[in-house]
């Protein structure tokens, strides 16, 4: 029992010590909103008092928010990237060409003055005192009259006046499908400052990083609007939508909307006259709404389905990935695809079924890779959309198609993208801000699929066991903080005992591409050629001619360790014998034989990103 007990406090010890980063530190916000909206000029005036807690080690004597709304206006850096770009986002362009010679215009270098979005501030205090401020695009530089000191809690007040844009990204008015207001990065947002410095990214239509904080945001709208939102209602009884007879009547034809959050790092809503409210709670308590537009029967049919997988996804990732700790969350018709914002989403609605719990499921896996760990997307996009991406993969195929034995790798359609992106010549190291990709294609597949890759190919060289539960103790040790991709590779270390600094440097920040062969079998070996500058692991299931099989484990040295025996079917009754370590400075492998091998197959799983399969396998003629 003493060693017992021993044992478990080295573990315990082991756990705490690479459970933050050494000095780890992280900024609050704590935001108390109040906004009045004239409809009819899709405008509104608002008032905030953000109280803002400086945990870092250092003085501050600036601060930095974030006006997103200023990007929708010509001349704009998101207007010019969308001009220079090679392959601009369709939705936010018109082709003035044709097909073959597109000529790409910018619809934000067409919009007038009472199209365009803007945010202006009116007065900013601090502790009561003015401020001296500057307005450069979408950032807003704050001088403080006197240095926010570590420890210290600064209270903001500010007021400003802002017009929502035209509908051309995320945010917005009148959407293609008839929202009237998609309400995503609408207000003055408190930049991050972490221990890296401020964040300062401009808004060219990519990614976010924010402190966690409170929200208490109140919303004064047209009595006849519906809304749906980031955190918990706090009237429902005198509001449309919630309740069929509002208890409290209007003031001023208005109706008051009060919304608190907790623990968040972004708020979101969307208003339309026309939303219908659902809702419906997962068995671990999770209350998912559903606010959207009614507007044919197969529209509703596909959205009372959806609310149901809704659920079902909740206690799904909660048990795979660590519990959602939120009461609520929100999926709302509106914006131009799909976003994720704190405890909520704003999402397309008039899709077919798959469609729409394909868009479901991801955004909602956000609220794990991005919501509940506040990955900065500005700088590892693929760990946000990556990993997130993966949760979608695995939650979709046992929730939505029903699958009872899942794939060996669920993600491979994420890998043949990737493929595709690696011998395309377009591929960019992994590594590259969000912003400054040369290509949305890149960015795309970067982000969206060699992330799912990273992913899966981790559980390939550490085990799927080991995979599983290096998700699980992540979310115990980084839940609401703001982890970076080492952490995430400390915790997978010390989960498996594995060394894993070259798989996520040659795979982060480089271009190198993994491509092994068979390159010889006879009665006696068979040799392996490592035909690429990236090296990895290697299983490899041999048949003999006996009907008997064998899968050799061929770890690399760098690893210093093994992964343990995995649990496919493919590998059911099979011996495996580990070998001796094969060496990244040695191209070939050999592998001696007692009995004739009729078949050869590398990584029978597919979850080895070879660029080039045709090699990896040999059957006897």
């Not at 090679?86 to 073959?100: A, C, I, V, Y």
């Not at 956000?366 to 979608?392: C, K, M």
């Not at 669920?410 to 043949?416: A, L, T």
């Amino acid at each position: 029992m003493r060693k017992l007990l021993i044992f478990g406090f080295f573990m315990l010890s082991s756990v705490l010590m690479f459970a933050q980063r050494a000095g780890y530190w992280q900024q609050a916000v704590d935001y108390r909103m109040e906004i009045d909206v004239d409809e009819k000029n899709y405008q509104y005036q608002g008032k905030m008092d953000l109280k803002y807690t400086n945990n870092s080690n250092q003085a501050l004597s600036k601060v930095y928010f974030h006006l997103y709304f200023n990007a929708f206006q010509p001349g704009s850096m998101m207007d010019h990237r969308l001009s220079n770009i090679s392959d601009p986002d369709s939705r936010m362009t018109k082709n003035l060409g044709t097909k073959e010679n597109p000529q790409y215009q910018s619809r934000i270098a067409t919009l007038t003055e009472d199209q365009i979005g803007y945010q202006k501030i009116k007065s900013l205090r601090m502790n009561g005192q003015p401020t001296t401020y500057k307005i450069d695009g979408t950032l807003l530089e704050v001088l403080l009259p006197q240095a926010i000191a570590a420890g210290q809690t600064a209270d903001f007040e500010m007021e400003w006046s802002a017009q929502v844009p035209e509908q051309i990204r995320r945010s917005g008015r009148n959407s293609s499908e008839g929202v009237a207001f998609s309400m995503a990065q609408w207000y003055p947002k408190m930049a991050h400052f972490d221990e890296f410095g401020w964040h300062l990214d401009e808004y060219v239509a990519r990614e976010f990083i924010a402190p966690f904080g409170n929200f208490d945001v109140t919303i004064h709208l047209n009595k006849d609007y519906v809304i749906g939102g980031s955190g918990k209602l706090q009237n429902p009884n005198q509001v449309k939508g919630y309740v069929k007879k509002p208890k409290v009547s209007p003031v001023n034809g208005k109706a008051t909307w009060h919304f608190k959050a907790e623990n968040i790092h972004d708020f979101a809503w969307a208003a339309d006259p026309n939303f219908v409210v659902d809702s419906a709670r997962s068995n671990g308590g999770v209350t998912v709404y559903t606010v959207f537009l009614p507007t044919n029967k197969e529209v509703k049919e596909n959205w009372k389905t959806a609310l149901s997988l809704a659920t079902e996804f909740f206690d799904y990732t909660s048990a795979h990935f660590g519990t959602y700790p939120w009461p609520t969350y929100s999926i709302v018709q509106g914006g131009d695809g799909g976003m994720e914002y704190g405890t909520a989403t704003l999402v397309t609605g008039g899709r077919n079924l798959k469609s729409l719990v394909g868009v479901i499921f991801h955004e909602a896996a956000h609220s794990w890779y991005q919501h509940l760990f506040g990955i900065n997307e500005t700088v590892d996009e693929w760990f946000d959309e990556g990993f997130t991406s993966y949760v979608q993969a695995l939650a979709f195929q046992a929730l939505f198609e029903k699958r009872e034995i899942p794939a060996p790798n669920p993600v491979i359609s994420g890998y043949r993208a990737y493929y595709k992106l690696a011998m395309s010549g377009k591929e960019e190291p992994m590594s590259l801000l969000a912003d400054y990709y040369n290509s949305n294609y890149a960015y795309s597949n970067e982000a969206y699929s060699k992330g799912q890759v990273l992913a899966e190919q981790l559980g390939y060289i550490i085990g799927k066991e080991n995979l599983q539960k290096t998700f699980l103790q992540f979310y115990d040790i980084w839940k609401l903080k703001h982890p970076t991709p080492n952490d995430f590779k400390r915790v997978a270390e010390e989960v498996s005992g594995i060394n894993l600094k070259w798989y996520f440097n040659l795979f982060i920040h480089t271009t190198r591409k993994i491509d092994y062969a068979i390159s010889k079998v006879s009665d006696q070996e068979i040799t392996l050629t490592n035909k690429s500058d990236f090296a990895m692991p290697i299983d490899l299931l041999v048949t003999y001619a006996d009907g008997t099989k064998e899968l050799f484990y061929i770890p690399l040295r760098e690893m210093r360790g093994d992964k343990p025996v995995e649990n496919f079917a493919v590998y059911q009754g099979v011996r495996r014998t580990v070998l001796e370590d094969w060496f990244w400075t040695k191209p070939t492998y050999t592998i001696r034989l007692n009995k004739k091998a009729v078949k050869v197959e590398i990584d029978p799983t597919q979850r080895l990103a070879d660029v080039e399969s045709a090699d990896n396998s040999y059957t006897a003629q």
